[in-house]
Nanobody
Framework: VQLQESGPGLVKPSQTLSLTCTVSGAYITAGAYYWSWIRQSPGKGLEWLGAIGSSGTVYDSPSFKSRTSISRDTINDQITLQLSAVTPEDTGRYYC????????????????WGQGTQVTVSS
């Protein structure tokens, strides 16, 4: 499976960030997987933002629940993240992952990761 994140690169404060993860080599509805969004911000560790399961169930992170919306396009095998009311603290590299474990943020054989897309929040 391959995961490819895409997004605007630069977003202004208070705007809504929209990112897309395009999946190839697998169907996002197949198997018992969680398709997650994870980010790494300067000086911080990996943060789990939320996930959508192969069944379509959405799992929110308590830390981001009020600002995130995760959805999917099953025709094009894409996962979308929307993060509202962004601030400069939302600057970071955003990753899409596939794993069998919810809230899993470890790199290794138990997860597939995309290359990530860099997002900068600045006016």
């Amino acid at each position: 499976v391959q995961l490819q994140e895409s997004g605007p690169g630069l977003v202004k404060p208070s705007q809504t960030l929209s990112l897309t993860c395009t999946v190839s080599g697998a169907y996002i509805t197949a198997g018992a997987y969680y398709w997650s969004w994870i980010r790494q911000s300067p000086g911080k560790g990996l943060e789990w933002l939320g996930a959508i399961g192969s069944s379509g169930t959405v799992y929110d992170s308590p830390s981001f629940k009020s600002r995130t919306s995760i959805s999917r396009d099953t025709i094009n095998d894409q996962i979308t993240l929307q993060l509202s009311a962004v601030t400069p603290e939302d600057t970071g590299r955003y990753y899409c992952t596939r794993t069998r474990y919810l809230e899993f943020t470890t790199r290794g054989p138990d997860a597939d990761w995309g290359q990530g897309t860099q997002v900068t929040v600045s006016s």
